[in-house]
């Protein structure tokens, strides 16, 4: 398995709270998310998990603290800028247009932030492919509509590779899957720690498995 030296974070939080009126859901949290690493990020459902992950995806915006990006202060302001820093977040429910292809659902957001008027649709077709298969033998053909709900996740996870994502956010990501499909996608998660991707996995099931595969790998 490759080694990572750097071992400044790709991901840091200092000190960040959020309200929701008179509800603190987070209160001065601090958090860092190292190289290639997976991070599981566990708690009962109100715990503030997907608060902390939405305030990282821009889609909050913390009442105080500071985000931190290769050691670098950011403000993220929207999930476009979220994703111009190499963060993807496949959130637990599934947003896929399912009447359409693989390919042009992990295609999608790279077509939609195309700074030109042509686009190559065979070179789209390919890099679609190539994402997609790195993870399952899965035909960007195929209709979304078509597939498993773990299939589905993986198509999920595609979109953020495409965009180069460095930082990859897993919410709940087993709620719907069989203990088979479970043990699939924690594969492919360490695969993906090998390519260099770190990884938040938030969950409150399953977390014995996924020590166990961790650990095995």
Same mark, same amino acid.
């Given at each position: 398995m490759m080694e990572?030296?750097?071992?400044?974070?790709? %991901?840091? =939080?200092?000190? !960040?709270?959020?309200?929701?009126?008179?509800?603190?859901?987070?209160?001065?949290?601090?958090?860092?998310?190292?190289?290639g690493e997976i991070?599981?990020?566990?708690?009962?459902?109100?715990?503030?998990?997907s608060t902390l992950m939405k305030i990282i995806d821009g889609i909050h915006q913390p009442d105080s603290g500071e985000i931190y990006i290769k050691g670098e202060k950011v403000i993220v302001k929207n999930p476009l800028i979220?994703?111009? %820093?190499? =963060?993807?977040? !496949?959130?637990?429910?599934i947003a896929l247009c399912t009447d359409v292809s693989v390919a042009e659902n992990i295609m999608m957001a790279k077509i939609n932030t195309s700074a030109g008027w042509f686009i190559d649709y065979k070179a789209l077709y390919k890099e679609a492919y190539e994402a997609i298969n790195q993870l399952a033998d899965i035909d960007p053909k195929q209709k979304v509509l078509d597939l498993t709900i773990s299939n589905q996740q993986l198509v999920e996870i595609a979109k953020a590779l495409v965009l180069d994502c460095k930082i990859?956010?897993?919410?709940e990501p087993t709620a719907a899957l069989t203990d088979q499909e479970t043990?699939?996608?924690?594969?492919?998660?360490?695969?993906?720690?090998a390519q260099g991707i770190s990884i938040i996995y938030i969950s409150h099931r399953a977390l014995l498995r996924f020590h166990e595969s961790v650990s095995k790998g």
């Open positions: 990572f030296s750097n071992q400044i974070p790709v %991901l840091e =939080i200092k000190n !960040v709270t959020k309200t929701f009126g008179s509800t603190a859901a987070l209160n001065s949290i601090n958090f860092e998310l190292l190289p991070h599981a990020v566990a708690g009962e459902n109100g715990a503030g998990k979220a994703q111009q %820093l190499g =963060i993807g977040f !496949v959130h637990q429910e990859l956010i897993l919410d043990d699939i996608l924690f594969t492919i998660m360490q695969r993906l720690k």
